[in-house]
């Protein structure tokens, strides 16, 4: 941070001079702002006032926000707690900080920051989540009487985004790390980490107001898109490499998907098409699955795949041939082909040991030779007990704590009672068991294992199915 601070200082200097030479027509640049709406509830003054009254303000929505400890080297875990719907001026914020200073601690204030910790993904429903929180911090209040601790600039107008544009380091700064010298170019993600929140913050056509501060923000986002897309580099972009395959999808990429739904629809795309969706859907699967499986043997992973692989509904059992049916589980079967000489030496063996009593012990010299195999099994086509297993996997997956903003992107999650998303879905869920930790991605996009679900579904059950049946063979 003092690195930072230290590059940071010659900019903020530049700052002053940059807002000084920037000017604006008070007659034209105001014309389609509604100037009620965006006036600010502490100083009443209107966004024309405040530009005409100062160089450097800028007007915002007032946020709740938790920073834990890494927030200021991955700015996209910002969490938003809450979003309210008061229009503020930075400097009326600035004020309420110094003044609620005098009598608050600090952290009381604008938050500070929290330890960090590892927290389930918002679609497990192990996830526990804070009820009323006693600790709220907060500078100020907003016109419903919601707690308000940062400030989030938004779009307004052409003149007014200028001014954001020139103080963006300063702001994002603070935001991040509390500190208007603590801006990094990475920050710029984060902005989208928080429209992604905000977005999911209220369903879709919640009320008018919400609905202006989501549109004024995401406006912001968007005219931040060639910034964004100049720190990351054209081969970087946070949606063509998550379509490209699996190492823009992992969280060494995209440490929260926030970040995608923000990015999506600040590039205001307004048909997610298939390819797209099932790519959004099997990551969020994914991501569940690292969670819940985290530290799990890989046994229970692959009788979890094999299942999906290989099961058959018990009416298909009963018509087995009886000289195959064995008590043994069928993830394992074992069937025996030693020939009835070794058969016949082996009880001559038992009985002997057995019959303590007997004087002249007939044990064999002869050396038994036991052999085995693991019979090779084919993947089996859709049934119940496939199914069956598909339902118990995404037991602990709840949609509900990311349900708005998919809503607003339009990405539906897979629908089992329909046959063709069944299907995919089953190769979506093998694909995601199999590579559901980091170490297993790498290794997929390695060995270029890693496939689209879409177009190749029958390739990933099948390339499970030959990773199995080569394990067969080495234990035969």
């Known amino acids: 941070m003092d690195q930072r601070a230290i590059r940071n200082q010659a900019n903020l200097q530049l700052i002053d001079i940059k807002l000084k030479e ?33 160089e450097d303000d800028v007007m915002g929505v007032g946020l709740v926000v938790e920073r834990q400890e890494h927030v200021v080297d991955a700015p996209t875990l910002i969490s938003v707690k809450n979003v309210s719907v008061t229009i503020l001026s930075r400097s009326a914020c600035d004020d309420a900080i110094k003044m609620k200073l005098n009598i608050a601690d600090a952290a009381r204030v604008h938050g500070g920051f929290v330890p960090s910790k590892s927290a389930a993904p918002t679609t497990s429903t192990t996830r526990t989540r804070n009820q009323a929180d006693n600790n709220q911090s907060e500078f100020t209040r907003g016109v419903a009487a919601e707690p308000i601790n940062t400030f989030l600039p938004l779009y307004i107008c052409d003149a007014h985004f200028e001014r954001v544009q020139i103080m963006l380091e300063p702001i994002l700064g603070y935001l991040f790390t509390l500190d208007i010298t603590g801006y990094k170019s990475d920050q710029l993600l984060g902005l989208f980490s928080i429209l992604g929140q905000i977005m999911n913050a209220s369903p879709r056509n919640g009320s008018e107001r919400e609905e202006m501060i989501l549109y004024e923000f995401k406006r912001l986002c968007h005219a931040f898109l ?67 499986y985290h530290g799990t043997s890989e046994n229970v992973i692959s009788e979890h795949v094999q299942t999906l692989l290989y099961g058959k509904d018990d009416d298909d059992d009963k018509h087995e041939n009886n000289e195959t049916k064995t008590e043994v589980d069928e993830l394992c079967y074992v069937k025996s082909k030693n020939d009835k000489t070794n058969d016949g030496h082996f009880a001559q063996h038992a009985r002997a040991v057995l019959k303590k009593n007997e004087i002249n012990h007939k044990i064999p010299t002869e050396k038994i030779d036991i052999q085995y195999e693991i019979p090779e099994r084919q993947i089996n086509t859709m049934n119940n007990k496939i199914r069956s297993k598909m339902v118990e996997l995404l037991s602990g997956f709840s949609i509900k704590p990311v349900q ?6 339009g990405i539906r999650m897979m629908d089992i009672s329909n046959e063709h998303e069944c299907i995919l879905l089953r190769s979506m869920l093998v694909q995601c068991l199999r590579f559901y930790s980091n170490e297993s991605i790498n290794g997929a996009v390695l060995n270029k294992t890693f496939f689209n679900v879409r177009t190749d579904h029958e390739h990933v059950l099948t390339v499970a199915h030959e990773e199995f049946d080569a394990n067969r063979q080495n234990l035969t």
């Open 226 to 292: 060639p910034r964004t897309l100049e720190y990351l580099g054209e081969e970087n972009d946070v949606l063509k490499k998550f379509m490209a395959g699996p190492t823009g999808r992992s969280k060494a990429h995209i440490q929260n998907l926030m970040t995608l739904f923000g990015y999506i629809h600040a590039l205001e795309i307004e048909t997610i098409d298939e390819s797209l969706r099932y790519a959004i859907v099997e990551e969020l699967y994914r991501r569940h699955f690292s969670y819940i």
């Open 22 to 54: 920037l000017k604006f027509n008070e007659e034209t640049a105001f014309t389609n702002v509604d100037l009620t709406t965006f006036t600010c509830c502490l100083t009443l003054n209107t966004c024309r006032d405040m530009m005409m009254d100062s």
């Open 404 to 409: 708005h903003v998919l809503d607003r992107l």
